[in-house]
């Protein structure tokens, strides 16, 4: 954590935002009396990562094949009108 004045700031926002943006925080100070707390917010994206229940389960080989009941059900002759 840094502290700098408004001063200083203004020439160098944009270094600074980076500097937020990767995580720290800084304070902003008037004559050297802190004001002020810029800090990066936090992150309300959630993403899934791909991967992340490897090895907890395992896909069947007939995973995409038709259920017994639904065959019955689509296509038994006795369902038809």
Not at 15 to 30: D, F, M, P, Q, S
């Amino acid at each position: 954590m840094i502290s700098i004045n408004i001063q200083e700031a203004k020439t160098h926002l944009s270094r600074y935002a980076k500097r937020v943006k990767e995580g720290e925080t800084i304070i902003l100070c008037e004559r050297n009396k802190p004001i002020a707390e810029i800090r990066p917010i936090p992150s309300t994206n959630k993403k899934v990562k791909l991967g992340v229940f490897k090895g907890q389960f395992e896909v069947p080989d007939n995973f995409d094949e038709s259920l017994p009941e639904f065959e019955h059900d689509f296509y038994s002759d006795t369902h038809k009108t």
